[in-house]
């Protein structure tokens, strides 16, 4: 947004102009809710203010009883003109008293250090004593490009001005934004960084194969469990295809999966010269014994796309970016937070710029998993908010896994598996386990034909 905006300027933009469409934005929002209650507007001394200036002048205009409450200290620039043409009652923070609607405009982008207790407190009283709370751009305490909290308060909602800001989608903006509106101020926005929308897939071609469509290979390891899940997601993840390759201990499920006896890592490599598969499932219950790197290594000298997810993860560790940055084929990495910390320790700034930077050491393609789960590859970044909650159960991962595998063998991407994973577990509902989610697939890949 910073850079679409200066690239505005040049052009001939003004920062007035801005302000004025930023404000008109938020005041247009404002009064769908206030429905003629009373507003207090909150006015910070940078350009989250001068929005917050414009919007009250601008609601008042139209009729609605506002009150600005003012942080102490100088406003500047063109925030303190838009405060100069505010001519309604304004009082400071410290006398505020709490009003029906609360709009938020003490610091958006530029929060640069932790609210003072003081501020904090005044925030929090005056939002929690309204009955509804929006914020201009952030709620105001949130870090921009982490979602770090630096004292925010939860908000109803959250008028994102121009652009979706990575705090509106990463950690604590989860639960303290709210609802976010996107508000177009007809400033193009573009660059690396995307929130993940729903895939458009097709169905298979007429003369698809079972080959064509992809076959997935899955390495079971010491749970078997975990690989049936994750054979069972890919199957119907689209996959044309699916072996599980192991002892023989997971032989159970549907009568589509194939067995095939894999009894350790030397049969392994004997299977992966099959040129006919798409992708290689590895870390689903894998164990973390000898065999099990033995099998590790088998899959990563093999010219084949991988999914390492679990216990592979673990066992790569700190040389996750040098062996993955000496493969031809694409590589997918599945870790959660604690296994990403594991591979790459470090690293500077928010989960995205972590991401992307690993992604970048290592030449793979990263899916860093939670709430707030960041795809990143070369190009860039896709945020992608889980879908659900209930995503939080044992096996949820494993099915993930497969269904990456699945889309990655059929030459899609693991941005259509996180999207079809969150969305089946939106269709699954409440309280499901792993198992059920794999039923939902397929309702969720209609909605993309
Ligand atoms: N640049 C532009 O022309 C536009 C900016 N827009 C608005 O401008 C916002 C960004 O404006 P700014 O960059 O001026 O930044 P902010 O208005 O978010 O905050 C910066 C000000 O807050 C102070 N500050 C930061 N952290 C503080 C803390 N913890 N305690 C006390 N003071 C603190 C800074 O010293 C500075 O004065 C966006 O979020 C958006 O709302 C919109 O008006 C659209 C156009
Ligand atoms: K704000």
Redesign the pocket.
């Known amino acids: 947004m910073?850079d679409a905006?200066q690239v505005w300027?040049n052009g001939g933009g003004s920062?007035v102009e801005?302000?004025e469409?930023?404000?008109a934005a938020v005041a247009r929002e404002a009064a769908r809710f206030a429905i003629g209650r009373g507003i207090l507007m909150l006015a910070?001394?940078?350009?989250?203010?001068?929005?917050a200036y414009v919007a009250a002048r601008l609601l008042s205009e139209a009729g609605h009883d506002v009150a600005v409450a003012a942080?102490g200290?100088k406003t500047?620039?063109?925030?303190a003109e838009m405060r100069m043409r505010w001519h309604g009652e304004t009082v400071s923070l410290e006398e505020a008293v709490p009003r029906p609607i609360v709009i938020d405009?003490?610091?958006?982008?530029?929060?640069?250090?932790?609210?003072?207790k003081d501020?904090k407190t005044y925030l929090h009283h005056i939002v929690n004593n309204a009955q509804f709370s929006l914020a201009?751009?952030?709620p105001?305490?949130l870090e921009?490009d982490s979602g770090d909290d630096?004292?925010a308060a939860t908000m109803d909602v959250t008028v994102a001005?121009?652009s979706l800001k990575p705090a509106h989608m990463l950690g604590a903006g989860l639960v303290r934004c709210g609802h976010v509106l996107l508000a177009d101020?007809g400033?193009p926005v573009s660059g690396p960084i995307w929130s993940l929308g729903r895939p458009q897939l097709s169905a298979p071609a007429v003369d698809a194969h079972k080959y064509s469509r992809g076959m997935v290979l899955v390495v079971e390891g010491d749970m078997p469990g975990a690989s049936r899940l994750c054979a069972r997601a890919a199957l119907h993840g689209g996959a044309g295809y699916v072996m599980l390759a192991g002892t023989g201990s997971a032989e159970a499920g549907p009568d589509a999966l194939v067995h095939r006896r894999v009894e350790d890592a030397g049969a392994l490599r004997n299977a992966l010269e099959d040129e006919r598969i798409g992708a290689v499932v590895i870390g689903p219950g894998l164990g973390r014994s000898d065999a099990a790197h033995a099998k590790l290594d088998a899959v990563l000298e093999s010219p084949h796309r991988a999914v390492i997810d679990g216990d592979a993860l673990t066992l790569l560790g700190f040389e996750t970016a040098d062996r993955l940055s000496r493969r031809d084929a694409l590589s997918v990495l599945t870790p959660h937070a604690g296994e990403f910390g594991r591979m790459f320790e470090g690293g500077e700034g928010g989960k995205i710029a972590r991401t992307r930077a690993a992604a970048a050491r290592s030449g793979a393609t990263i899916v860093h998993k939670g709430p707030d789960t960041v795809i990143a590859d070369g190009d860039g970044a896709i945020v992608a908010n889980s879908g659900s909650s209930w995503l939080s159960t044992a096996g949820t991962g494993d099915v993930l896994a497969g269904l990456v595998g699945a889309r990655i063998a059929a030459g899609g991407s693991a941005g259509q598996a996180v999207w079809l994973h969150g969305r089946a577990a939106q269709l699954a509902g409440p309280a499901f386990a792993a198992d059920d989610l794999i039923a939902h697939i397929a309702p969720a890949m209609k909605e993309c034909l």
């Open positions: 910073r905006e300027f920062q801005a302000m469409r930023a404000g910070g001394p940078g350009n989250n203010g001068g929005d942080l200290g500047e620039g063109t925030a405009g003490l610091f958006g982008t530029g929060v640069a250090r932790e609210l003072t501020v201009i751009d952030l105001s305490g921009t630096l004292g001005v121009g101020i400033i």
